[in-house]
């Protein structure tokens, strides 16, 4: 469930840049990509929230960290996925069911 070793970083972290395309080397004919933006129940862009990749069991299957425009992105396998959000303006859940492909998944935080 990681990204291609090619993905830029973000600084100080080991996970991709939240904000960067897609790498030209991703095949979205067998890739499942999951991506999106948090935001509050404002609807203004959560910079800086924790996003967490929980499988359809609820266990947690990995973390990012939101850009400052509030994207994240996780790559994965096909099936029931929930997204979970956890920032300053609150917390929000998000499911998706997620085959080959991107899948955009707005996700809300409130209070």
């Given at each position: 469930?990681?990204?291609?070793?090619?993905?830029?970083?973000?600084?100080?972290?080991?996970?991709?840049?939240?904000?960067?395309?897609?790498?030209?080397?991703?095949?979205?004919?067998?890739?499942?990509?999951?991506?999106?933006?948090?935001?509050?129940?404002?609807?203004?862009?959560?910079?800086?929230?924790?996003?967490?990749?929980?499988d359809?069991?609820g266990?947690?299957?990995?973390?990012?960290?939101?850009?400052?425009?509030?994207?994240?992105?996780?790559?994965?396998?096909?099936?029931?996925?929930?997204?979970?959000?956890?920032?300053?303006?609150?917390?929000?859940?998000?499911?998706?069911?997620?085959?080959?492909?991107?899948?955009?998944?707005?996700?809300?935080?409130?209070?």
């Open positions: 469930m990681t990204a291609p070793a090619s993905a830029a970083t973000a600084a100080g972290c080991a996970a991709p840049d939240q904000a960067a395309p897609l790498p030209a080397s991703i095949d979205l004919e067998k890739e499942t990509v999951i991506t999106g933006v948090v935001r509050s129940a404002q609807g203004d862009a959560v910079p800086g929230a924790y996003v967490r990749l929980l359809s069991t266990e947690f299957t990995a973390e990012v960290v939101t850009s400052p425009a509030g994207q994240f992105r996780f790559f994965a396998a096909p099936g029931n996925w929930t997204l979970r959000a956890l920032s300053r303006h609150g917390n929000g859940d998000a499911a998706v069911t997620a085959g080959r492909g991107v899948h955009e998944v707005p996700v809300t935080v409130t209070d």
